[in-house]
Structures are given as C-alpha cells and as structure tokens.
C-alpha cells in the first residue's frame, strides 16, 4: 500500500508518541518493532524521522524551548510534542521546504491538539525559520 507523505508523518508521529510512553512508563522497548507494528510496508521516510527524533532529541526539545515564552515542549501533550520535535527535526536535517513542514506540522496539530498547542508549534517553527 502507498502511503502520502501526510499519511507516513502521521504514522511517525504515533510512533514517536508510543516511544514517549514507553519511555515515560520506564518499559523497554524497541524502535524497529515499534515501527513494524504501525507500518505495512517498510519505509525510510519513517524510519529517518523516528530514528531521527529519538537521536537528536535533547537537542530538537532545546531548541523549541529557547523559542516558547514561559512555557516547555515538557508541558505539551505527547502528541505536540510528538509534531513539534519532527517539525524540528525535518526543518534542521533534511531538505523538505520549510513552507511543507509548517503546512503539515499544522495539519498534523489540527487533528491531534487543541488550537493552543496548534498555535504554539506555528509560533515556534516560525521563529526557527527567522532565526
């Protein structure tokens, strides 16, 4: 089965959230398993994004903090935070323009936040971009 790029980010932003939980919940876990149980098919557009949050993601969180007003990625629901750092990630190690990521980080945000989680990760991902 095809998958559109919006489908496969959607798929690495549950993934992501599963990891968070595992994390959270002190339970051992393994990403490529995680990742076969959520996919049908084999993908390294996924891959690259889970692989590549969970890698740099003291450094993407330090980074969407340094742009939050009194606020930290911590304090947002898993799923935000989920968009945000994949949005970070995306924005810094690959060459998807930087209008795609907001657009689908947006999306994204839409049918899993609320509108204040929505309108921070904008914010952010605004602020990287002019920075």
Same mark, same amino acid.
């Given at each position: 089965?095809?998958?559109?790029?919006?489908?496969?980010?959607?798929?690495?932003?549950?993934?992501?959230?599963?990891?968070?939980?595992?994390?959270?919940?002190?339970?051992?876990?393994?990403?490529?398993?995680?990742?076969?149980?959520?996919?049908?098919?084999?993908?390294?557009? +996924?891959?690259? !994004?889970?692989?590549?949050?969970?890698?740099? =993601?003291?450094?993407? *969180?330090?980074?969407?903090? #340094?742009?939050? %007003?009194?606020?930290?990625?911590?304090?947002?629901?898993?799923?935000?935070?989920?968009?945000?750092?994949?949005?970070?990630?995306?924005?810094?190690?690959?060459?998807?323009?930087? +209008?795609?990521? !907001?657009?689908?980080?947006?999306?994204?945000? =839409?049918?899993?936040? *609320?509108?204040?989680?929505? #309108?921070?990760? %904008?914010?952010?991902?605004?602020?990287?971009?002019?920075?």
């Amino acid at each position: 089965m095809v998958h559109s790029r919006s489908e496969l980010r959607e798929k690495a932003m549950i993934i992501l959230y599963q990891i968070d939980i595992c994390r959270e919940q002190k339970m051992d876990y393994d990403i490529e398993k995680i990742i076969k149980s959520n996919l049908d098919i084999d993908n390294e557009f +996924v891959k690259d !994004i889970v692989f590549g949050v969970t890698t740099y =993601k003291d450094e993407l *969180d330090k980074l969407a903090n #340094k742009y939050m %007003n009194n606020w930290t990625i911590e304090r947002l629901d898993k799923t935000g935070a989920a968009i945000l750092e994949m949005a970070l990630y995306e924005l810094k190690y690959t060459d998807t323009p930087e +209008v795609v990521i !907001i657009n689908e980080a947006i999306e994204l945000s =839409k049918k899993y936040s *609320d509108d204040n989680v929505r #309108k921070m990760i %904008n914010a952010v991902l605004d602020k990287v971009i002019k920075a």
